[in-house]
């Protein structure tokens, strides 16, 4: 699976967007983005994915660049509990199911007053 | 519905002994995963189950058995617990055709 690379760290204002950058230059054609977060040492909760086509769910935005070497995740009115570490990973969708979502040091937000 | 649910939440061991992490679903998923993080770190996967009765491991199996009798249970087992598996365990599980993987809260162990 493609690696990404992702800020180590970025804080937002309460009630502004949050752009979260992901760049993964050496993704494959077949190879999805997803966006999962990591609420103070909870499980990681699942929030988006994407091919190629932008998606938006009730949680967030996906913007995906045309050569899909990169992506933003946008929280559009960020709030006090979408404090979070943000993990941007990249694989092929279905396939092995055992070949799952490898998890890098992601982007650990802080949303402030 | 529960969703994924791990007990204990909490175990503190000493080294060589042994004991069994639980994860249960009731959401009828095939698939199950155990990861584990360390302190400042991603997750890593340990082993998994593509369906009852068959595992197989991840990126760090070594120290650690896993066994899925039941469809809607994975067992982590750690025959003879050493410090480097202080750690924080967490269960997963995902539906066939389904791309949104489901966690549970988390299991912290101490190996002393």
């Known amino acids: 699976d493609a690696k990404t690379t992702q800020p180590p760290s970025m804080d937002c204002a309460e009630g502004r967007a949050a752009n979260l950058p992901c760049n993964h230059s050496?993704?494959?054609?077949?190879?999805?983005v997803y966006w999962y977060r990591q609420i103070h040492s909870q499980g990681p909760q699942y929030i988006i994915h994407?091919?190629?086509n932008n998606e938006t769910n009730e949680m967030a935005s996906l913007i995906i660049t045309e050569d899909r070497k990169s992506s933003t995740l946008i929280l559009p009115h960020a709030t006090l509990r979408d404090t979070a570490v943000y993990y941007c990973i990249v694989r092929v969708a279905g396939g092995n199911a055992g070949n799952m979502l490898t998890f890098g040091g992601g982007t650990r937000l802080m949303v402030k007053p | 519905n529960a969703g994924v649910t791990q007990t204990p939440k909490f175990r503190v061991l000493k080294t060589g002994q042994s004991m069994t992490l639980l994860c249960a679903q009731d959401?009828?998923?095939?698939?199950m995963y155990w990861y584990r993080q360390d302190p400042g770190m991603g997750l890593r996967l340990i082993h998994y189950s593509v369906g009852e009765g068959t595992t197989a491991k991840g990126e760090v199996p070594d120290g650690y058995n896993v066994s899925r009798l039941k469809k809607q249970n994975f067992l982590l087992g750690l025959e003879s617990a050493a410090p480097s598996q202080t750690s924080v365990y967490f269960c997963?599980?995902?539906?066939?055709?389904?791309?949104?993987?489901?966690f549970g809260s988390g299991t912290q162990l101490s190996v002393l």
């Open positions: 959401m009828n998923h095939e698939y």
């Open positions: 050496t993704i494959s054609g077949n190879e999805y």
């Open positions: 997963a599980s995902l539906g066939m055709g389904s791309e949104k993987l489901f």
């Open positions: 994407g091919l190629k």
